[in-house]
């Protein structure tokens, strides 16, 4: 087996996620793209009809109460990957995933937070008019993931 496949792992979640069923649409996509694990900052997750395939239950699931205590349990090595539409941010097209990370995005209403801007290691956004449902976003960046390109 490929060293480079061993050592990568990816995890994705919602800072302040604003509908439970964005998190099980995210969850069943994050199950079927290869994440390690899912995640929550703020609000808990609920079983939804849209986790079809119960992935809460298939993957390891964590709950973090604020952004301190996600960024004091992250796994070593692992990078922040905030997904927000930021005139700062690198576009996904161009972008070299790590080989260790998570990816963060916010709520549509509101985004990431301040603090998550300015924590993430890296900033992506991908092109698009106007912000995209949450769990639409996680799916475009898992996708990219996927995709035979380069790792940092």
Same mark, same amino acid.
């Given at each position: 087996m490929n060293d480079n496949f061993v050592n990568e792992f990816f995890g994705i979640g919602i800072q302040n996620g604003k509908t439970p069923e964005n998190l099980g649409v995210l969850w069943r996509t994050a199950q079927n793209l290869g994440a390690s694990f899912i995640f929550t900052i703020g609000n808990r997750y609920a079983k939804q009809a849209c986790d079809t395939h119960n992935a809460v239950k298939s993957m390891p699931y964590f709950h973090y109460e604020n952004f301190d205590e996600f960024c004091n349990n992250l796994p070593k090595g692992a990078r922040i990957v905030g997904v927000e539409l930021d005139e700062i941010a690198q576009d996904l097209e161009t972008f070299h995933h790590p080989r260790r990370c998570v990816y963060l995005l916010g709520a549509e209403d509101h985004g990431l937070s301040k603090e998550a801007i300015e924590k993430s290691? !890296? $900033? &992506? %956004? !991908? %092109? =698009?008019? $106007? =912000? $995209?449902n &949450?769990? &639409?976003?996680?799916? #475009? #960046?898992?996708?990219?993931?996927?995709l035979s390109k380069p790792r940092s």
């Amino acid at each position: 087996m490929n060293d480079n496949f061993v050592n990568e792992f990816f995890g994705i979640g919602i800072q302040n996620g604003k509908t439970p069923e964005n998190l099980g649409v995210l969850w069943r996509t994050a199950q079927n793209l290869g994440a390690s694990f899912i995640f929550t900052i703020g609000n808990r997750y609920a079983k939804q009809a849209c986790d079809t395939h119960n992935a809460v239950k298939s993957m390891p699931y964590f709950h973090y109460e604020n952004f301190d205590e996600f960024c004091n349990n992250l796994p070593k090595g692992a990078r922040i990957v905030g997904v927000e539409l930021d005139e700062i941010a690198q576009d996904l097209e161009t972008f070299h995933h790590p080989r260790r990370c998570v990816y963060l995005l916010g709520a549509e209403d509101h985004g990431l937070s301040k603090e998550a801007i300015e924590k993430s290691h !890296f $900033l &992506v %956004k !991908f %092109k =698009s008019e $106007l =912000s $995209l449902n &949450v769990s &639409v976003a996680g799916s #475009i #960046i898992m996708y990219d993931r996927n995709l035979s390109k380069p790792r940092s």
